[in-house]
């Protein structure tokens, strides 16, 4: 019981953090199309920036969820999946380092470069996130001791590739809503406008990935052993089809929290249809990294489970009052505060 609690908040976790650091993400890889002159960039970057760290919290608390109460598929994932692991942690790296240095010097020079380490320092995230949890949903060639058959390359196929192309639409469109949220005026236009170009390629990869999920995966044995689940479609497509309806109005607070059940409805789709394994074989069903085989002990999992019951709430309240104190519309005070990018 234990095991699969901690499965589904696994799941939950990585919902969250998708929902929350996927704006960011979007933006930044936006940053040189949406950003027409250095005012507009540096909009962008301060639409952000009251956010995104607190956002990679979640990230943080999904990898140490999956470090403390599944072991087994921690050591596996960072031993078999390095090379890309490292690329994500040395892209949100630089793009952290591009928040903070780009404004230190008013050189056009300068901060091209750092834009451009924004940009790159957001893309390759989405693009490895994507990427990674296709190869999860599609099978990863682990032998009977656990060890990762493939290289970086393998993971590379055609079904990471198009979930890899999937998160970075998902992100880019989150992200436009975002910023047509915080702006006024031609920005905000833009970033509307962007939104719309960027919808009909999203829902067109999603079908793709979808058509390619039934035979490449084993998602859907779970939906066809119990079909009341297939009640949890009903989330992704519902907002894919309002979102739509959102934009064309003008993108407002509606229009955000559909994209953002759109992500959080794909991803636990996702997670349900992979329960209980965590690393699924595709050499052999049996040397799966399941929920069971990998847990923690019982007694470290109910100690945990106290643990998160007291602060995951705690965590989560101080979001709520940051977004509801700095989501507000901006204008020229926030380009010339002291703290601002």
């Given amino acids: 019981m234990l095991e699969t609690i901690w499965f589904l908040v696994w799941g939950i976790l990585w919902a969250v953090y998708f929902v929350l650091d996927g704006f960011d993400l979007g933006l930044g890889t936006l940053l040189p199309i949406l950003g027409k002159t250095d005012t507009d960039r540096r909009t962008i970057l301060n639409a952000m920036g009251p956010f995104w760290d607190g956002n990679e919290v979640w990230l943080i608390t999904a990898g140490g969820v999956t470090f403390a109460a599944f072991p087994r598929a921690y050591a596996i994932m960072f031993s078999g999946l390095y090379t890309p692991l490292m690329l994500l942690l040395i892209a949100l790296i ?201 847990a923690s002990s019982t007694k470290t999992l109910s100690i945990m489970l106290l643990v998160a019951l007291i602060f995951v709430p705690v965590v989560a309240l101080y979001q709520v009052w940051m977004y509801r104190t700095f989501s507000h519309k901006m204008d020229e005070r926030d380009l010339s505060h002291d703290n601002a990018y």
């Fill in 94 to 294: 630089v793009r952290g380092v591009a928040f903070e240095f780009r404004h230190l010097r008013d050189c056009p020079y300068w901060r091209a470069l750092w834009d451009w380490a924004m940009t790159l320092g957001s893309f390759l995230p989405a693009l490895l996130l994507g990427v990674a949890f296709a190869n999860i949903f599609q099978g990863l060639p682990l032998d009977t001791q656990g060890i990762f058959q493939g290289s970086f390359f393998s993971l590379l196929n055609p079904y990471g590739l198009a979930g890899g192309v999937l998160f970075v639409l998902l992100f880019a469109l989150h992200g436009c809503l975002w910023l047509a949220l915080r702006t006024h005026g031609e920005l905000h236009d833009r970033a509307v406008a962007m939104a719309g170009r960027i919808y009909p390629i999203l829902a067109a990869v999603i079908a793709l990935f979808v058509v390619l999920t039934v035979p490449l995966t084993g998602l859907l044995r779970n939906y066809l052993t119990n079909p009341l689940l297939l009640v949890l479609l009903a989330i992704p497509v519902g907002c894919l089809v309002l979102v739509r309806k959102e934009i064309q109005k003008g993108a407002g607070w509606k229009a955000w929290a559909l994209s953002a059940g759109l992500i959080a409805g794909l991803t636990l789709f996702g997670v349900t249809g992979l329960y209980p394994n965590i690393l699924p074989s595709s050499l052999d069903p049996a040397a799966s990294v399941t929920a069971f085989n990998a």
